[in-house]
């Protein structure tokens, strides 16, 4: 049995949770609940749960506030919070789930899926992410990369290219390390589109500061520092001669 705690400062939230979880997880039992900052740190003081569903903002502070209390995390979080595009960014950076309020069932079940298949320490996630949240006009620097058996934090600096493998996502780096990440390459597409990273295939998206030169013949193809070649789709090629000029 899955032991749960939940912290949130509104109680029919807490409610419909407890509801969720009853209806579509009964494999999760609720051990306990708080309605703050200062009681929910109190009680993880006393009680260790294997999942915690931590509210973002509460009356008396926020969830980061009440994890800075705590001298370890040695459970999962999942973090319940209201649509703030930063707070959501800084999420899928860190690679750490989140739930939308109100609370989709089928959201909640994805997560715990991803609970079930994959429990692991995710204190360097933690770190990133309260990194990310706190630092609101630094540009993000690190990313947080699941792998088969560990989770990863990377320098974004470092990242050379990227491959779709269908539900897969295969990383190559400066130092000619390679990764093999589970997500799809539209997932990470998104994120890193604004940092520099240029989608020129159906298959590969690239670090556009890696590009040594663009290869008209044979279709048309980019090689990267590295040697390796990409390349370039039919319908891609106006937009990448517009960025390549732009560079």
Request: proline share 3%.
């Amino acid at each position: 049995m899955i032991q749960a705690i939940i912290i949130d400062d509104i109680e029919q939230a807490r409610s419909t949770l407890k509801l969720d979880l009853a209806n579509y997880a009964p494999d999760v039992k609720v051990i306990a609940e708080a309605g703050g900052v200062v009681e929910g740190a109190k009680l993880l003081k006393d009680c260790q749960p294997d999942i915690l569903f931590l509210d973002v903002q509460m009356q008396d502070g926020s969830g980061f506030d009440l994890l800075d209390l705590l001298p370890e995390i040695s459970f999962k979080i999942i973090f319940i919070t209201a649509s703030d595009a930063h707070a959501i960014t800084a999420f899928r950076y860190a690679a750490i789930d989140y739930l939308l309020k109100p609370v989709d069932p089928d959201e909640l079940m994805n997560a715990l899926d991803r609970f079930r298949k994959q429990q692991l320490n995710e204190n360097d996630q933690y770190r990133l992410l309260n990194e990310s949240l706190k630092n609101h006009q630094r540009p993000h620097e690190r990313l947080a990369l699941h792998s088969q058996d560990k989770i990863n934090i990377v320098n974004i600096a470092d990242i050379l290219r990227c491959e779709s493998q269908v539900n897969y996502t295969e990383f190559y780096f400066v130092n000619e390390r390679k990764m093999l990440v589970s997500k799809t390459l539209k997932e990470f597409e998104d994120l890193l589109s604004e940092l520099g990273f240029y989608r020129v295939h159906q298959s590969h998206l690239i670090n556009t500061k890696f590009i040594k030169e663009y290869v008209k013949i044979d279709g048309g193809h980019l090689v990267m520092s590295d040697g390796s070649l990409v390349p370039v789709s039919t319908r891609k090629k106006p937009e990448v001669m517009r960025m390549l000029e732009s560079l």
